[in-house]
C-alpha cells in the first residue's frame, strides 16, 4: 500500500463537531501540521469527510519534517 501524506491547510472552527474530531482522529492539530498515513479505506474516508480542510499528497518517502508549500 502507498502512504499518503495529509496537511491541514484550514481550520476546523466555525464547523460541525464531527470534523474537528476527525482532524484529530487523522492526528492533526493544527494548521500546517502533516501526517503519513497509508492508503487503507477507512483512512481515505475520513480524508474525503475533510477534503475541504486538507491537502493531500504522495508521501514519495519524504522524511516527515520536510513540507510542501502551497502552489510551489
Known sequence: MADVRVTQVRSAASRKADQGRT??????TR?????VH???P???G????VSHLVEVEPANGRADGDRKRRGQ
Do not use: H
Open 46 to 49: 475520513m480524508i474525503n469527510k
Open 42 to 44: 477507512e483512512i481515505l
Open 38 to 40: 497509508q492508503d487503507r
Open 31 to 35: 494548521i500546517r501540521s502533516s501526517v
Open 23 to 28: 482532524l484529530r482522529a487523522l492526528g492533526l
